[in-house]
């Protein structure tokens, strides 16, 4: 997967889902801890048609998880049920590019910029 795979990424707060959208979370390390941020991503017609995606019976959600020691992220894509998940790589860059597409800034990460109402 690449950053080109995944689009209009916004946070959920006070936010709907919009018809393509699917709920994400991302679960990232900042200098005070780890944090767990939801948002809601348009997925590509590239990813919908990925072999590992076509097995699951649906995709209820998407999580992209940091790994430690700049490992690549992982892509954990779970389906409804919950008991099967396909999993991808997603290099660090690639996961940069994406936030940068879509002007996101991580919270926690400098130049965030926290909602306060």
Request: charged content about 20%; glycine content about 8%; cysteine-free.
């Amino acid at each position: 997967m690449t950053a080109a795979d995944f689009s209009n990424l916004h946070l959920q707060y006070k936010a709907e889902q919009a018809e393509g959208e699917v709920p994400a979370v991302i679960e990232h390390d900042f200098p005070g801890g780890r944090m767990v941020d939801h948002y809601f991503v348009t997925p590509s017609p590239a990813f919908w048609a990925d072999e590992g995606v076509q097995s699951l019976d649906g995709v209820s959600g998407i999580l992209f998880l940091q790994q430690p020691d700049g490992a690549p992220w992982k892509i954990l894509v779970h389906e409804p049920s919950m008991i099967k998940e396909v999993v991808f790589d997603f290099p660090e860059e690639e996961f940069r590019k994406m936030l940068a597409d879509n002007a996101m800034i991580l919270p926690g990460e400098p130049g965030f910029t926290p909602i306060t109402d």
